[in-house]
């Protein structure tokens, strides 16, 4: 019966983890970097950004820009090589923790409050003998815009 109960949570422990920063402050009209952190839990891989051929889904992170605040382009990491037993080409994956930085700035307009972004984290998750279902997760990226300081 342990053996039962192991499994079972190791079942419903997420194979992707997602950190974002818990507030990222940032002067009105100036712009920060910051980075999303995800976590691939041990004995599985995510596909890597760009992946290694047109019919893997590879990990993508999309966070809605608004009037106010404009998000830049992820930067993926380099991706490690991964063969899987029995195949003849190599895939390109993440695995352990990795962070992918992007680029937030603000308007010059921008009223300095608190802003709250929508994030989706994109990926398939796979092991070394199979893969899952391509997921979408969920995630928000929290900016306090402040004011500038009189005479700037």
Do not use: W
Not at 112 to 121: A, C, I, M, N, T
């Amino acid at each position: 019966m342990l053996l039962g109960s192991i499994l079972l949570a190791l079942a419903s422990e997420p194979i992707v983890t997602i950190r974002s920063p818990e507030e990222l402050k940032l002067k009105r009209g100036g712009s920060s970097e910051t980075s999303i952190e995800i976590s691939v839990r041990d004995g599985f891989h995510v596909q890597a950004n760009p992946a290694a051929n047109q019919f893997l889904i590879p990990l993508t992170i999309s966070v809605e820009s608004n009037e106010a605040l404009k998000v830049g382009r992820p930067r993926y990491p380099p991706p490690t090589r991964y063969r899987l037993e029995g195949t003849e080409e190599d895939l390109l994956v993440y695995g352990g923790v990795i962070k992918v930085p992007f680029t937030i700035q603000s308007s010059g307009s921008t009223p300095p409050h608190l802003h709250e972004l929508q994030g989706k984290l994109k990926y398939q998750a796979c092991d070394d003998r199979s893969c899952r279902p391509p997921a979408t997760a969920p995630f928000e990226l929290k900016v306090r815009v402040l004011p500038r300081r009189a005479g700037k």
